[in-house]
């Protein structure tokens, strides 16, 4: 009986054991820490530095309606050239034509109102000058005839500014240029203001590029730079514009635009340029600076914690021992241990270690 017992427990704990044998452990979900990273450059002297830049028209202007409605017909293609004055799309002018008809309506009763108004006044003026009707009666003919004018004013106005409405329906090119852009399609509801379409204008094309922070205090409206174009194959002189005072989004670089001094119909908005300028203060030894919080301390030695890409946003943490020089007040002196260009890690250092894979948001670095 014994034996029995046994056989069947044995029989059971295979079933259960077969039952769950096909089942895998499921595995925890790989989790890739983000850090903040600076690309490491040198500062002071004068050096060349090249930045990755992007073509984009000398003037690029969303093009809208004044007004809602419905869009009636869309007048170009992707592509097109346009002049200043052609039509670009039209709304359904049905709406607006209905209020200059009401407003005209209204205009020509209130007309009519008010020559009665007048022809009332002169009446009851003609009465009191021979003592037939009392000064309240007078004033109240007077105050209606006043009334009545107001009303044809009021009106006129209303009018005039229907027909401006109906002319909205229109939409032309405020200038000359390219449809880089169409927003928006035949029998579209749109609001006023919503961008229709994308013109791009001007004889001389620009490129954004953004500099680091350590950088940007050497770059000044006025300097001169060389844009090379390597869908094009070709090299030409621009000048800088514009330098922008605050950050983009998150990432520790400043936006700089440079007017390109030649023309080329073949650069287009989107082509990726490479900007080469000469940055530095001759005066100051060149030196590499980083900021020192990047640096970490043990009881051997000073270190920091270098991203080496991998592949799109990831990385692999390398330990990386250094030697510092002065503490400044633009950051602390590396020596010996880092190179320009290579990718810093700024933050959560203590949370890293060496081979650590992570990741390196969009922005960072640039």
């Given amino acids: 009986m014994r034996k029995r017992v046994l056989g069947a427990v044995a029989v059971l704990a295979a079933l259960l054991m077969s039952s769950c044998g096909g089942e895998k452990p499921t595995e925890a979900a ?40 419905t869009l009636e017909a869309v007048q170009v293609n992707l592509g097109d050239r346009v002049k200043k004055g052609d039509v670009i799309a039209r ?36 009465l009191y000058e021979n003592n037939n009707i009392s000064v309240t009666e007078l004033d109240a003919a007077r105050t209606q005839r006043e009334s009545a004018d107001a009303q044809v004013d009021s009106i006129r106005k209303r009018l005039e500014l229907a027909r401006l409405q109906l002319t909205y329906t229109t939409l032309f090119a405020p200038i000359s240029g390219s449809i880089a852009q169409l927003m928006a399609e035949e029998n579209e ?17 620009e490129v954004t590029f ?35 005072v ?6 520790t670089t400043y936006p700089v635009v440079l007017r390109l001094r030649g023309n080329d119909e073949n650069i287009r908005p989107g082509m990726a340029a490479d900007v080469t300028m000469v940055l530095g203060d001759e005066k100051n030894q060149a030196r590499l600076l ?43 002196e590396i020596v010996s241990g880092l190179s320009e260009g290579e990718m810093l890690i700024t933050a ?16 960072e670095g640039e």
């Fill in 30 to 69: 790989k989790v890739v820490r983000p850090v903040r990273v600076d690309k490491v450059t040198m500062t002071g002297g004068k050096r060349v530095r090249t930045f990755s830049g992007t073509a984009r028209a000398g003037v690029e202007s969303k093009l809208s309606f004044r007004i809602p409605g």
């Fill in 91 to 126: 709304l359904d002018p049905k709406d607006y034509e209905l209020q200059v008809q009401e407003a005209e309506a209204g205009l020509t009763q209130a007309i009519a109102q008010a020559r009665n108004a007048r022809a009332n006044y002169e009446r009851v003026r003609g």
């Fill in 246 to 251: 605050a950050t983009t989004q998150l990432a």
């Fill in 290 to 332: 980083v900021k020192p919080i990047a640096v970490v301390e043990d009881q051997n030695d000073r270190f920091v914690y270098v991203a080496k890409p991998t592949g799109a946003e990831l990385a692999v943490v390398e330990r990386r021992v250094v030697q510092t020089g002065d503490l400044t007040e633009d950051g602390l």
């Fill in 189 to 205: 509801n749109v609001g006023a203001g919503t961008p229709i379409a994308v013109l791009n204008a001007g004889t001389h094309p």
């Fill in 348 to 363: 959560g250092m203590r949370f890293l270690k060496e081979g650590m894979e992570v990741r390196i948001p969009t922005g």
């Fill in 210 to 244: 953004a500099v680091p922070e350590q950088l940007i205090t050497f770059v000044a409206v006025g300097d001169e730079a060389k844009v090379h174009f390597d869908a094009l194959g070709k090299e030409l002189a621009a000048v800088v514009t514009e330098v922008g």
